[in-house]
Nanobody, 126 residues
Framework: QVQLVESGGGLVQAGGSLRLSCTAS????????MAWFRQAPGKEREFVAA????????DYADSVRGRFTISRDNSKNTMALQMNSLQPEDTAVYYC???????????????????WGQGTQVTVSS
């Protein structure tokens, strides 16, 4: 059974930084792609960033490219999202997810991910 636990959220002023972490209880962690999504109040859950199983390939939403960096440590079954230059529009609950079907390749398609954790709240004040 897949279990994902997000942490690291909080309240930060615009222009500040946060680092989110995701710890996964997956025996095949090093074989699967992972991703971060976020959901703001009243909005659909949206893609933020994804990373291949090896970490060699990454993808970012246009809204965060250049400000956010996704990474993973397969020796620790963890994934991180470094968020810099945060803006009020980044306010949301952030979720990590694991690619279904043991796929090693990242994708932006939400339905191709599962194992959603409880999320961690990020609030950016102006």
């Amino acid at each position: 059974q897949v279990q994902l636990v997000e942490s690291g959220g909080g309240l930060v002023q615009a222009g500040g930084s946060l680092r989110l972490s995701c710890t996964a209880s997956i025996r095949t962690f090093s074989s699967v792609a992972m991703a971060w999504f976020r959901q703001a109040p009243g909005k659909e859950r949206e893609f933020v960033a994804a990373i291949s199983s090896s970490g060699g390939s990454t993808d970012y939403a246009d809204s965060v490219r250049g400000r956010f960096t996704i990474s993973r440590d397969n020796s620790k079954n963890t994934m991180a999202l470094q968020m810099n230059s945060l803006q009020p529009e980044d306010t949301a609950v952030y979720y990590c997810a694991v690619r279904r079907a043991l796929s090693s390749q990242p994708t932006r398609v939400k339905d191709w991910y599962g194992g959603w954790g409880q999320g961690t709240q990020v609030t950016v004040s102006s």
